[in-house]
């Protein structure tokens, strides 16, 4: 398999897992918003509490991949499967 079809194979498997890592983690917010919440405030607050979930979900999918990303890095040796290069600090 050459270079570029794992890059292809990568990028798509991650991205759909992100995109599932995304949406499990709105609909939890989401819930989680239901069960508290939502008793509370009134139902005009619905809006901002949708807006607020999508964007937690977003940061908390983002720091989630990146750690899930350097625990496969290291425990399958995707570098090395790939034929990438691990990015070297600048001095």
Not at 3 to 21: E, H, Q, Y
Request: glycine fraction near 6%; proline fraction near 1%; charge should be positive.
């Amino acid at each position: 398999m050459t270079r570029g079809a794992k890059t292809a194979i990568f990028v798509v498997v991650a991205s759909l897992a992100n995109i599932l890592m995304t949406g499990v983690i709105f609909l939890a917010c989401l819930g989680l918003y239901a069960l508290t919440l939502a008793k509370l405030l009134a139902a005009s607050a619905v809006m901002w509490a949708v807006v607020a979930c999508f964007v937690i979900s977003l940061g908390a999918t983002f720091v989630l991949y990146k750690k899930l990303l350097t625990i496969a890095q290291e425990k399958f040796h995707l570098e090395e499967k790939t034929g990438f290069q691990a990015r070297r600090p600048r001095d």
